[in-house]
């Protein structure tokens, strides 16, 4: 049963608001900011959500998943079901090579904990052919287990096939009674394998107060409302430095790296890609859980550590009331807005009803039906990989399923808007609000011409695509 944590005003729990909204300013002008939770003693003191996010809305977190993986296996061990030294040919033994060589044969549950597998760099698996468990099994090592740091999801991703093949159950189902019921955490949904083993290092979607719970756990030492959920001296271990990361880029990252979770200057957090954070602060008894689409991640821990940490005091602040109150309408007032202009312009009559043709673009050739309205814009693309449809909303944009670039094994729902922000410049917004992902295309109309570019808010690759030539085509719309 979904249950929320206690809410506090901050100053009861010692946390000037003040440096709450310092934060908030801070980490909002990265951009982009898509939610912030902050908990104290317990208590969550701030919380807010850049519309169209939403407290209710899931969101995929990305590498954030590996510590529930980890928190899996530390559960599994509990009950005996393994132990972190146990070698992983003898856990998968039909997944690994017939005659496994001497390294692969030391490799453990405990190094692939802390991506210490000894691969270099880590192997392509995901999104390949075949068995990905098999697949990262025969890849050669490059050092010896335990020797040497490297990043590694794929490593997860077996740790989750263990989980699974030990308890005969997804690891989603192991945690669901486990863990994820007496956090109070409902609706959480995984990618699996074409094998049918969840993802693991990546896929999981859950909500900003799922990941601030998880925090919490952790920063309780796994208790959680008087009961104990993980394995006494688990939360230590898992976020103690196990291996060194002192080779890594950026000071957050050159602190250490333990069972799935990275050790930061203050405290210890959760972690996926375009900052998706769960931030565990022993010394402060505090935890900050931020979902985003942040190209600089490194700047969001910065402005936690600059402007937040020297505002929470061991005793609680003498009421704040118009702190408070700024804090509150700034959280309010926190949105993601497409562009607005003109729903239609002569140029939007003029290419209506036609087709753009585009000869070369990411997809390769392609081209785009464009039927205008009061309303909302109809556009089809038509491109080798298939047809997709989109309806391009412009006093709001309007949900949709539609397949994402950047989540290619599913279609997240995404909010869709069109306008002309110029007499002859199109804007088309996609964002799939159950990712930090977002895409823009401009489209300039010069005559029976076209240039269209596109850009990402994030992205694994280019976040820039284009400009790309064009040219309207007269003709009927497919239907």
Known sequence: MTSSLPRSAPEQQGVDPRAVLAALEAIAAIPELHSLMVVRHGQVVAEGWARPFAPDRRQTVYSLSKTFTATAVGLAAAEGLLSLDDAVVGLLPDRAPTEPDERLARLTVRHLLTMSSGHDPEPTVIDTPGDWVATFLATPLAHEPGERFVYNTPATHVLSAIVQRVSGQRLLDYLTPRLLEPLGIEGAWWEVSPEGVDLGGTGLSITTEDAAKLGLLYLQDGMWEGRRVLPEGWAAQAGAAQ??????????????????????????????????????????????????????????????????????????????????????????????????????????????????????????????????????????????????????????????????????????????????????????????????????????????????????????GPTELGPFAGRVVAGSVPA
């Open 243 to 460: 291996v060194s990361t002192a080779h890594w880029e950026g000071v957050d990252w050159q602190q250490g790296y333990g069972f799935q979770m990275w050790r930061s200057q203050h405290g210890f957090r959760a972690d996926g890609a375009f900052g998706q954070f769960s931030l565990v602060l022993p010394d402060q008894d505090a935890v900050v859980a931020v979902t985003g689409g942040f190209r600089d991640t490194g700047a969001v821990l910065d402005a936690v550590w600059t402007h937040l940490l020297p505002g929470l005091h061991d005793e609680p602040l003498a009421a704040d009331d118009e702190g408070r109150a700024a804090l509150e309408a700034r959280l309010a007032a926190l949105r993601l807005d497409p562009p607005t202009g003109e729903a239609v312009t002569a140029a939007a009559r003029r290419i209506s009803g036609s087709v753009i043709v585009l000869d070369t673009s990411p997809l390769g050739p392609l081209s785009v039906s464009f039927v205008a309205g009061a309303e909302a814009d109809d556009l089809v693309v038509h491109a080798a990989a298939g047809d997709a449809t989109l309806r391009a909303g412009h006093a709001e944009p309007i949900a949709q399923q539609v397949t994402s670039v950047f989540e290619r094994r599913h279609s997240p729902e995404a909010l869709v808007s069109g306008t002309w922000t110029a007499a002859d410049h199109y804007v088309l917004t996609v964002r799939w609000v159950e990712t930090p992902h977002a895409l823009t295309v401009d489209v300039d109309v010069d005559g029976d011409r076209v240039v269209v570019a596109a850009r990402a808010n994030v992205s694994f």
